[in-house]
């Protein structure tokens, strides 16, 4: 499903030009993405609109330009930074504007740029930005003439690492272009809250923020008007202000049987705003919101419109493996469609601002946030992230972080910070206080900050996963909720397999962790009893991990959500991680250290079936591993069946192996291999519901390919994704399967991105040729905005018969 086709709310005027002829001022937001001058290295002068910067680079932002280098092992980002390259670059853009109002204002929007940006407008400073995931505007209006205007942004990355996973490097996200008169709302000036909510009727309050900058009084009339889904009014509210400077205006209104938003209905309602002087419209402001409650009751759990509900949650970077930082709208939609699909109903931005358009998508999919400020907060974690600018810049980058956030209803829950080294509990303090004054409505939490009073929900990390410590804080703190901003932490690597359970800091010790430490820690830990006695999966990589529910740190997938099904007090998780993420790895050379459900290439490991039996009420049934193991013929296999259904049955080559009752935990039977199909079918109430079949795969012979969209916009930023599948004679996909896959595309397409989720494949992210990693590999192609053609693409790898799919573009 191509991005194009979400039902957003939201109400923004996008024009695609950069040119604009205004003749009446009202607001305008175009998209400034395309056509930049770009060059990675240090210039000078370049900020002067007579700078030659022809020989310059020609490309469209969102852009890392880290990506796209190569993997090395000397790179200063080093084991934090995915071994990626870092640096300086510049960006230029020509700017036309066909007429300028006398009363007009006019802005410069960045939704992210890493880090360390200086902006200039026509030679003029506009200011510096040090941190990489704020947003920030400038105003233009000062400098901006009719005409051309040059735009330039110097990105500072020179000094890495600065984070303690994959950041990227540039201008990564939108930038926008907005245009208002002279009165006006400003940037994240309107706040929608929901003050009593039932089912029955609903109270709206408005707080709108209105700058005159006219020079004198003015006379302004506000109207703010709640529309639903379908556009239709359902309430509205007029007030009448004299207007000298800047003020906030608050209102109340109802909405009758409002449709509430949750994650299984996420129901939204657009608030639009016109500032009206001397009768006339002089800016029209949207914001999108949804009516819902959120609300605490002691040691009984977290409500949401008045009924309990457990965070399914997951903890996710930015980054989206082989493009990086710089995600594609579809790219992302593609990532959270699978994370609906497996049942999660929860996300925490670690540990960082994401982009807005996925908040937007959070909204509309239907996904509670925890919202993330900060890593650390005055003393730097990486030696040069934003530690060394924390003391001067946290309080306009919460200030700006929450108010562009607070108006969405998917954001339920802020978070201050993450593992904040050696802490003093005044420093929580000053932080809680000073972000209730922006918004005291949702609950504050921190990821590890249990030991200091003052968050309102007590946020627990890895050390929440040894036996007891969540029984003994509630003990001592009975009326506090606890929420596990990062549990629990299990590595697999898709297609891997080992049938002895490991424990990392013994068996695969972290470069901060011995192996003599497991001993002290042992007792402390949820022991998984091993599979078998001698291990039938052998001679693999330490770096790879199993698929199995048997590699974890302290506590497994299924210890864990039973105790969150246990406690009340527990409200949930969000473990480490949804997805492999770029960085944070343990050594050269590799790229992450798969602790995340879904691979780099966005394909789903076993532990995605797991979650789903735990977390979905849609009928599933999952059985792992394949059946293709050669040279292990009458050995027992260990095939495990994850389902949510009340009865699973194995088959091996169409022979029942016997059923099994599911009582909340995995189904093991021990299968003697051969050759042939094993299948297991799930029942509820007696009656086939779902089945699943792996069938022992030949040797390669073909490549099977499947494209998420068959036509496309020449827009330039629509995507396609190709998944590419090696194949035997019959179309059974080979597990075991490394071959080279090229891609070839003709039409108005490029390549940006190609992946196979081995973590140790450190070919260049956008390669045209990329090995499948146990039997599968993806290409990402974009569009560009030439000429209406249909695409066609080519796969080709030696040996195996070639394979052609058309795109059309419309």
């Known amino acids: 499903m191509n991005f194009k086709h979400v039902g957003f709310l939201f109400l923004l005027i996008f024009i695609a030009s950069c040119k604009t002829n205004t003749d009446t001022v009202s607001r305008s937001r175009t998209s400034l993405d395309f056509d930049w001058k770009f060059i990675q290295k240090d210039i000078v002068a370049a900020e002067k609109p007579t700078f030659n910067d022809s020989d310059w680079r020609l490309l469209n932002v969102p852009h890392d330009w880290s990506i796209e280098g190569e993997y090395d092992e000397k790179n200063p980002s080093g084991i934090a930074g995915a071994f990626l390259p870092t640096g300086i670059g510049w960006y230029r853009k020509d700017i036309n504007i066909d007429k300028l109002a006398a009363n007009e204002k006019v802005f410069i929007e960045f939704d992210g740029v890493y880090m360390n940006s200086d902006v200039w407008i026509n030679g003029q400073h506009l200011g510096n930005r040090p941190y990489g995931y704020a947003s920030f505007s400038y105003d233009l209006t000062p400098y901006i003439k009719e005409g051309s205007n040059i735009l330039a942004v110097k990105v500072d990355h020179s000094k890495a690492p600065s984070g303690r996973w994959y950041t990227g490097s540039g201008i990564y996200r939108h930038v926008w272009l907005t245009r208002t008169s002279n009165v006006y709302i400003p940037q994240w000036g309107t706040f929608v809250t929901t003050p009593k909510v039932s089912e029955e009727l609903s109270e709206v309050k408005i707080v709108t923020g209105l700058k005159n900058e006219t020079g004198k009084q003015q006379y302004v009339v506000l109207e703010n008007s709640i529309k639903d889904a379908s556009g239709k009014e359902v309430s509205k509210v007029v007030s009448e202000i004299k207007l000298d400077g800047n003020l906030e205006i608050e209102q109340f209104c109802e909405v009758k049987n409002p449709a509430l938003w949750s994650p299984d209905s996420p129901n939204m309602y657009t608030l639009i705003s016109n500032v009206l002087v001397d009768g006339k419209i002089t800016d029209t402001y949207t914001t999108p919101f949804g009516i819902r409650s959120i609300e605490m009751r002691g040691s009984k759990g977290f409500f949401l419109n008045g009924k309990i509900i457990k965070f399914k949650g997951l903890s996710n970077h930015h980054d989206a493996g082989s493009v990086g930082s710089a995600v594609p709208n579809d790219v992302l939609y593609r990532r959270l469609k699978l994370l609906k699909e497996m049942g999660c109903n929860a996300l925490r931005t670690t540990h960082n601002p994401f982009s807005p358009e996925f908040y937007e998508l959070c909204n509309t999919m239907g996904f509670m946030v925890m919202d993330e400020a900060f890593d650390g907060w005055w003393n730097p974690k990486a030696e040069f992230d934003y530690g060394n600018y924390f003391k001067d810049w946290w309080q306009q980058d919460l200030t700006d972080f929450m108010k562009r956030d607070r108006n969405h209803p998917s954001v339920v829950i802020w978070s201050v910070g993450n593992e904040v080294h050696k802490f003093k509990p005044k420093e929580q303090k000053t932080l809680v206080d000073f972000a209730r004054k922006i918004d005291n409505t949702r609950p504050i939490t921190q990821g590890r900050g249990y030991s200091a009073p003052y968050i309102d929900m007590a946020g627990f990390n890895g050390h929440g996963e040894f036996k007891g410590t969540l029984e003994k804080y509630h003990k001592k703190n009975p009326d506090k909720l606890i929420i596990g901003t990062e549990i629990t932490h299990t590595l697999q690597t898709r297609g891997v397999y080992r049938t002895k359970t490991w424990y990392r800091t013994k068996d695969n010790p972290a470069p901060w962790e011995k192996p003599s430490q497991f001993k002290k820690m042992e007792k402390k830990v949820y022991k998984i009893k091993d599979l078998t006695e001698e291990e039938v999966f052998t001679g693999i990589t330490k770096k790879y991990q199993s698929s199995y529910d048997n590699s974890i740190v302290r506590i497994g997938v299924q210890d864990d959500w039973k105790r969150v099904e246990k406690y009340d007090y527990y409200i949930g998780n969000f473990r480490w991680t949804g997805f492999d993420y770029l960085g944070e790895s343990f050594s050269w050379p590799a790229r992450t250290a798969n602790f995340g459900i879904i691979d780099l290439a966005g ?122 599948t090696i194949v035997d004679e019959f179309g059974t996909m080979v597990p075991y399967a490394s071959n080279e896959v090229a891609i070839q595309i003709e039409g108005a397409a490029k390549l940006i991105g190609s992946d196979n989720g081995d973590i140790l494949d450190v070919s260049v992210a956008n390669s045209s040729k990329r090995k499948a990693f146990n039997g599968k590999a993806l290409f990402i192609v974009q569009s560009t905005r030439a000429a209406k053609e249909s695409i066609t693409i080519t796969f080709t790898s030696e040996g195996l018969k070639k394979e052609m799919l058309k795109i059309i573009v419309n």
């Open 603 to 724: 394909f789903p490991k076993d532990h995605y079936y797991l979650y789903q039996s735990l977390w979905s009420d849609k009928p599933m049934v999952h059985v792992l591993p394949h059946w293709t193991h050669p040279g292990k013929e009458g050995v027992e296999i260990p095939m495990v069946v994850y389902t949510n259904c009340e009865e699973s049955e194995l088959f091996l080559n169409g022979n029942s192996l016997g059923k099994k009752e599911y009582k909340g935990d995995q189904l093991v039977w021990n299968v003697p291999y051969q050759k042939g199909e094993i299948k297991v079918v799930g029942y509820n109430d007696g009656k086939e519901i779902t089945s699943k079949t792996f069938k022992t795969a030949g040797k390669p012979t073909g490549i099977q390919i499947t494209s998420d969209i068959n036509s496309i916009r020449a827009n330039g930023t629509d995507v396609v994704h190709f998944e590419v």
